[in-house]
């Protein structure tokens, strides 16, 4: 056994050892976009595909299908930084006054619908004072970590750089990967990596078409019912909710509830009842739309 490992350790598979080593080591600060390329590459092949058949070169159409993806997302997240932003330079920057007064009219709203003898024994000015601090302080936070990705703009850039390239590389040369990878499989055991490979095409396809798309869904419905239910940024709302849908733990109940309480504490009690229900109605939806989707 000794002579044997003797004989595969040759200087050539030493140098081979040594530069795979070196190639990990550069590779591994980056390695989570290659990975996230790679699984995006598998979702934008299909569209690549098509529209490579209506203009037959390859690297336009690849180059197409990314943009086609990515610009939707690019808008989101702007229509995000934007809507928060706004908030607040108007609430801590712009105009604090007119936060105050509305903070002290919320308050005074929620303590004349207490009873008498609850409202009597609470100090107005105390919780003017506790909650401006607190959401001063998160306001605070909020802007930081946005100073703190301004800082790192550049890091931030190579590594959407990476993820592009990722993404273009493993559209056009995926299949040539996965013969790379299959010819090292033993002929005994090819079978069993061909229905492994299909399982995992089968999973990331109820990834693709069952998660994110119910969240599309969730998010629009939200959208519109947040709207028609008069509250002034229902379409950020709405796409807060979509990416909320996104995490399995929560789903769309942390923005409905923090609605209804809102509503609650400013007396406002049939929206209350009308958005607890509506909010139901999107967690029942869920259970509907997500298995209707994967199941296809």
């Not at 007396?267 to 009308?274: A, D, F, K, S």
Request: with cysteine.
């Amino acid at each position: 056994m000794e002579k044997d490992l003797k004989e595969y350790i040759t200087p050539p598979v030493l140098l081979i050892l040594f530069l795979l080593g070196i190639s990990v080591m550069i590779v591994s600060p980056v390695l989570n976009m290659v990975i996230l390329g790679a699984i995006l590459a598998y979702a934008i092949r299909p569209l690549a595909r098509k529209i490579t058949s209506k203009i037959k070169f390859k690297s336009i159409s690849i180059f197409l299908a990314v943009i086609l993806v990515m610009i939707p997302l690019v808008i989101l997240i702007a229509y995000i930084i934007s809507v928060i932003s706004g908030v607040l330079s108007e609430v801590l920057i712009v105009n604090p006054t007119g936060f105050n007064l509305n903070l002290d009219t919320i308050i005074n709203q929620m303590i004349n619908n207490l009873p008498a003898d609850v409202s009597s024994s609470i100090d107005a000015a105390t919780i003017k004072s506790s909650l401006s601090t607190f959401i001063t302080d998160i306001g605070n936070v909020i802007l930081d970590y946005i100073v703190s990705l301004a800082s790192k703009l550049l890091s931030i850039s190579v590594d959407l750089f990476i993820l592009f390239a990722s993404i273009y590389y493993f559209i056009r040369d995926g299949d040539k990967c996965y013969n790379f990878v299959e010819s090292f499989i033993p002929r005994e055991s090819k079978d069993f990596f061909t229905r492994t490979v299909n399982s995992v095409k089968d999973v990331l396809k109820s990834i693709f078409y069952g998660h994110f798309l119910t969240s599309l869904i969730i998010g629009v419905i939200a959208a519109i019912g947040y709207s028609l239910l008069g509250y002034s940024q229902g379409v950020f709302l709405g796409v807060i909710t979509g990416i909320f849908q996104l995490i399995p733990v929560f789903g769309p109940w942390p923005i409905y509830w923090t609605l209804a309480i809102v509503d609650l504490l400013s007396g406002n009690y049939v929206r209350v009842v009308i958005v607890l229900l509506f909010g139901f109605f999107l967690s029942l939806s869920d259970m509907y739309i997500r298995p209707a989707l994967s199941s296809h």
